[in-house]
C-alpha cells in the first residue's frame, strides 16, 4: 500500500472539514428550519445540540481517525473487527449521495451561465421544471437533458481531477482557495440583499423569537437534525479526512473551529436568504411567510424571482449566488468521494489513481441516471431516503458501538487530551454515550412510524416508486457494507497504525 498522505498542516486539515461541512443544505435548508422552529427563539436548542452532539460527535470522528490511522471501515475494523460493516455501511451511504450531488452542482454552474441574461425569464417555476429540467413521468426514464449532462460532465472532469492530485496538491490546496472565495462571494451577496426594500423585515421574520416553541419537542429534534446533517457525521467523511492529520494535531480544538465556522456560515446564510426573501415579499405585496421556501425550489425558482426584481445587479447577483453555490457544492462532493476513495485503496490495496478511476469513475456513471427527464424525481426520493434511513441511523449505530459496546469512550478520550488543549470532561462521554444515542433514536423512530403510516411526497410517487428508489436504496447501502465486511483484510493492514 502507499504510504499515507498528510494534510500539510492543521490549518489544511480545518479548511478540509469546513469545506465537507459547508454545503449546499447551509444555503438552502438551515434558514427555512430556523424560521419554521421559533425563529430566534431555535437558536438555544441549536447551540444546545451542537455543544451536546455536533462538537462531541466531530471529536469522536476525529479522535478515531487520528488514532488508527485508516478510512471509516479500516479505522473501526482496528477497533473491533464486528464494526467494520458500520464504516462500509457509511460508505454506501457516501456513494449514493455523490450520485446525486453532483447533479445539483451541475445545475448551479448551468443557472450561472443563465443568470448573464437571465434566461430563467418571469415564471422561474414553470422554467426549472419544464423547460430546464424537462420534469417527466416519475414512471418513465425519459431521456438525457443536455442542459444538465453537460456541466456534469464538467463537475466530474473538476473533481476527479481534484482527486487524483492527492491529498496535499488536491483536496487541501483546492479547498484553501474554495472555502475563503466562497466566504467573500457569499459575504457581498449578503451585504448587497441587505440594501434592499424589505430587507429589514425579511430579518424580523426570521430572528423574531416564538418562546412557546421551547417547549416543543420537535424543536429540539429539528435543531439536532439540523446539527447532525450539516456537519458532515455519520458517513465516514470526518474519520476518513481526520486520518489525514499529522501525528501532534490538536483534534479537540479543530472540532469547536469547525463546528463554530459551520454554524457562522449557517447564520450568515440565514441573513442573506431571508433579507433577500423580505425583499420578494415587498416587491410582491405579501407577507414573509408566503415566500419562504427552501431546497431546490427556494435556489432555483424563488432566488431567480428575487433576481429579476432587484433594482441594479441582476446579472452580477445571479452570478454570484450561484457559483457561491457551486463552490460549496464542490468542497462537500469532493470529501464524500474521498471516503470511498480511501477505502477502496486500503480494502484493495491498490494506488490512489485507480482507487479515483473506479470509485469515481462508477459514481459519475450513475449520477447521469439523475441527468435524464426523471432526474428531478429520483433524486428527492433518494436524498429523502438516504438520509433519514442511512446517514442518521448509521450515525445512531457508530456512537452506541462506540460508547456501550466497545466502550472506547475513556480511551478515545485519553488519545484526544493527549494531542489537546481543551481536555475533554465528562460532558463528552455524556453527550455521546446518552443525549446522543437518545435524541437518534427518537428521530428514527419518529421517521419510521411517518414513513410506515404513510407515503413520502403525499401522493405524488406511487408506492412501488417509493420502493426502488427510496427504501431499495437505504438497504441496498447496509448490504453493501455486510458484503465487503466478508473480504478479510492482509493481516499487517489490520495491525499498522501509520504515522503513531
Known amino acids: 500500500m502507499e504510504k499515507r498522505a498528510q494534510f500539510t498542516s492543521r490549518a489544511g486539515f480545518i479548511f478540509a472539514a469546513v469545506g465537507s461541512a459547508i454545503g449546499l443544505g447551509n444555503i438552502w435548508r438551515f434558514p427555512a428550519v430556523a424560521y419554521e422552529n421559533g425563529g430566534g427563539a431555535f437558536f438555544l436548542p441549536y447551540l444546545f445540540a451542537l455543544l451536546t452532539a455536533g462538537i462531541p460527535l466531530l ?4 479522535t478515531i481517525g487520528h488514532k488508527y490511522r485508516g478510512s471509516s471501515p479500516l479505522s473501526l475494523a482496528r477497533i473491533s473487527r464486528g464494526a467494520e460493516w458500520i464504516g462500509w455501511w457509511q460508505i454506501g451511504i457516501s456513494f449514493v449521495i455523490a450520485t446525486y450531488y453532483s447533479v445539483i452542482i451541475a445545475w448551479a454552474m448551468a443557472y450561472t451561465v443563465f443568470s448573464f441574461k437571465l434566461d430563467w425569464g418571469k415564471d422561474t417555476t414553470s422554467f426549472l421544471i419544464e423547460d430546464y429540467l424537462q420534469v417527466g413521468d416519475p414512471a418513465s426514464m425519459g431521456s438525457f437533458v443536455p442542459g444538465v449532462f453537460i ?32 466566504v467573500f462571494l457569499f459575504l457581498i451577496i449578503v451585504i448587497q440583499a441587505l440594501t434592499l426594500n424589505g430587507a429589514v423585515e425579511g430579518l424580523n421574520q426570521f430572528f423574531k423569537p416564538d418562546w412557546s416553541s421551547i417547549f416543543n419537542g420537535k424543536v429540539w429534534v429539528a435543531a439536532y437534525g439540523q446539527i447532525f446533517f450539516s456537519l458532515s457525521i455519520g458517513f465516514a467523511i470526518m474519520i476518513t479526512y481526520s486520518s489525514y492529520l499529522p501525528k501532534k494535531a490538536d483534534i479537540t480544538n479543530s472540532a469547536f473551529i469547525t463546528g463554530f465556522a459551520n454554524s457562522s456560515f449557517e447564520l450568515l446564510a440565514g441573513f442573506g436568504v431571508f433579507a433577500a426573501l423580505g425583499f420578494m415579499a415587498a416587491q410582491q405585496g405579501v407577507g414573509v411567510d408566503e415566500v419562504v421556501k427552501s431546497g431546490v425550489l427556494l435556489a432555483f425558482a424563488a432566488f431567480p424571482t428575487i433576481i429579476n426584481e432587484l433594482p441594479a445587479f ?15 457544492g464542490l468542497t462537500s462532493l469532493i470529501s464524500i468521494l474521498e471516503t470511498y476513495v480511501a477505502g ?20 459519475a456513471l450513475i449520477s447521469l441516471f439523475f441527468a435524464t427527464q426523471n432526474g428531478l424525481n429520483l433524486l428527492d426520493v433518494a436524498d429523502y431516503f438516504i438520509n433519514n434511513f442511512g446517514v442518521a441511523m448509521a450515525g445512531l449505530f457508530e456512537v452506541i458501538f462506540i460508547a456501550w459496546f466497545a466502550k472506547q469512550l475513556k480511551p478515545l478520550q485519553a488519545h484526544a487530551d493527549a494531542v489537546s488543549d481543551i481536555k475533554l470532561g465528562a460532558w463528552w462521554r455524556i453527550s455521546l454515550s446518552v443525549i446522543t444515542p437518545a435524541v437518534l433514536g427518537y428521530m428514527m423512530y419518529d421517521n419510521l412510524k411517518q414513513n410506515l403510516m404513510g407515503d413520502y411526497g403525499g401522493g405524488d ?20 457494507g455486510v458484503l465487503l465486511t466478508m473480504k478479510p483484510w492482509k493481516q499487517v493492514t489490520l495491525d499498522e497504525k501509520e504515522g503513531l
Not at 471529536?59 to 476525529?62: A, T
Open 344 to 363: 477502496i485503496q486500503e480494502k484493495f490495496n491498490m494506488s490512489r489513481s485507480m482507487a479515483v478511476s473506479i470509485g469515481g469513475g462508477l459514481t
Open 151 to 182: 456541466p456534469l460532465v464538467l463537475v466530474w472532469i473538476i473533481v476527479l481531477g481534484i482527486l487524483f492530485a492527492g491529498v496535499r496538491k488536491g483536496i487541501e490546496l483546492a479547498t484553501k482557495i474554495m472555502i475563503p472565495l466562497l
Open 461 to 480: 410517487y406511487s408506492r412501488e416508486f417509493l420502493f426502488n428508489y427510496g427504501w431499495t436504496v437505504a438497504l441496498a447501502a447496509i448490504f453493501f
Open 59 to 62: 471529536i469522536l470522528e476525529f
Open 314 to 328: 441582476q446579472q452580477a447577483f445571479g452570478i454570484l449566488f450561484f457559483v457561491s453555490l457551486t463552490l460549496a
